[in-house]
């Protein structure tokens, strides 16, 4: 089975993004006033940060296997990847009370429901244009 070689300046480039998003996380952890509970988030947010470039790789590579074996097509890829995610995500923040607090805030403001609905509704139009304007070049 081949395996995908990567170039020098990939691996510069890989290395540049994660040592540029650690030094601005250890400058904001050195600039701001001395507290432990700040500077444990941040650590925090270096390891969060870490594990979702690993994530990312992980999930590239898979993405690309999925491809090559012509499994299901790239937006269908992509469709599952989203409704996987989301998922997770209202498991997620339904188990730390945030799903809760979240609803609770948009039905306290019908400003905020309806900045949401908003986004939802140009982001899901935007995505059809696209899946059009795709359509409408093959």
Not at 18 to 27: E, P, R, Y
Request: glycine share 8%; charged share 15%.
């Amino acid at each position: 089975m081949p395996t995908k070689v990567y170039t020098f300046l990939e691996y510069t480039i890989a290395l540049g993004l994660v040592s540029g998003m650690i030094s601005f996380s250890l400058a904001d952890m050195r600039g701001s006033t001395p507290s432990l509970n700040d500077d444990s988030r941040t650590i925090f947010g270096i390891v969060v940060l870490l594990m979702a470039l690993s994530f990312d790789a992980v999930l590239g590579n898979l993405q690309e296997k999925v491809q090559k074996a012509k499994i299901c097509d790239e937006h269908s890829l992509m469709f599952v990847q989203s409704l996987a995610s989301a998922g997770m995500l209202l498991v997620w923040t339904a188990l730390t009370g945030e799903l809760a607090e979240g609803v609770s805030h948009c039905w306290a403001d019908s400003r905020v429901l309806f900045a949401l609905c908003g986004w939802a509704l140009s982001n899901m139009s935007g995505t059809l244009l696209l899946q059009l304007l795709l359509l409408l070049l093959m």
